[in-house]
């Protein structure tokens, strides 16, 4: 499967790119007053409002850094049973794809409640990269996006 991989912090994660429409930069975005820390705004995505969350904030409870290697991430699950369709993720260090297999992302026995959408790890004798469950994580948003 070919997985995105990208930093939050000093720690790598992958998304199945399955879900991924495409990885702009970061832009400026229409702020939301009263919103939740981890929702940065909207972004205007061929005029359509997307959220964007600001994934750094909900995994290690700082916001984004504003460099110019953090990138936003359109996510699209429409062909899922899931209630929130698209959204966007901002994150940092966009590096690379890569062809890995899943059933190598090995669960841990430790969950952290808080982030359901933490799945398993993958390790090699060079890195450590923790899959992120894009349909656990867009249930996880739905009481941030409703109205």
């Known amino acids: 499967m070919l997985m995105l991989l990208f930093h939050a912090g000093q720690n790598r994660y992958a998304i199945d790119c399955d879900y991924v429409i495409e990885v702009i930069p970061k832009v400026t975005l ?6 939740p820390p981890n929702i940065l705004g909207l972004l205007n995505y061929g ?14 409870n700082r916001p984004v850094n504003s460099s110019m290697h953090s990138r936003i991430i359109v996510i699209q699950c429409r062909h899922l049973k ?25 669960k841990t026995g430790l969950e952290v409640v808080d982030l359901p959408f933490l799945d398993g790890l ?9 899959f ?11 009481p941030s996006f409703k109205p």
Do not use: C, N
Not at 30 to 35: L, T, Y
Not at 83 to 106: G, N, P
Not at 122 to 130: A, F, R, S, W
């Open 30 to 35: 229409k702020e939301i007053p009263h919103s």
């Open 47 to 60: 005029g359509q409002p997307l959220p964007v969350v600001d994934l750094v904030q909900m995994i290690e």
């Open 82 to 106: 899931v209630d929130v369709q698209s959204f966007a993720l901002a994150v940092e260090k966009v590096t690379e794809t890569a062809e890995m297999d899943h059933d190598r992302f090995y």
């Open 122 to 130: 993958y390790t090699d004798e060079k890195q450590t990269i923790q």
């Open 132 to 142: 992120i469950d894009i349909v656990v994580l867009a249930e996880y948003l739905k």
